[in-house]
């Protein structure tokens, strides 16, 4: 089983949801978060006074998925999550060794 861990733009998050859905991935947890990368925050002008914007709002997407799906899962949230411009985020995959329903106490990948 792998986790994947996606920092996309907040208004891609409706498209990237339904492009695992149509996977048949069961579900997703998403964080709001704010974060920034190579484009480094942007300057605004309030009152006249110039200042910098760190921290960009971001959606962390949280899926768990078999280690058949991971490829086709990698691809619908790139795919659904791209605009081409900088800040469009990243997908990161790490190793899950295991999982349980807490409700039936089933483990491994029945329990996704």
Known sequence: ???????????????????????????????EAKGYGRQKGQTELYRGAEYVVDFLPKIKIEVVVA??????????????????RIGDGKIFVSEVLDVMRIRTGETGPVAI
């Open 67 to 84: 280690d058949d799906q991971l490829s086709r899962a990698l691809e619908a949230i790139s795919a659904a999550a791209r605009t081409g």
């Open 1 to 31: 089983m792998k986790k994947i861990e996606a920092i996309i733009k907040p208004f891609k998050l409706d498209e990237v949801k339904e492009a695992l859905q149509e996977l048949g991935v069961q579900g997703m947890t998403v964080i």
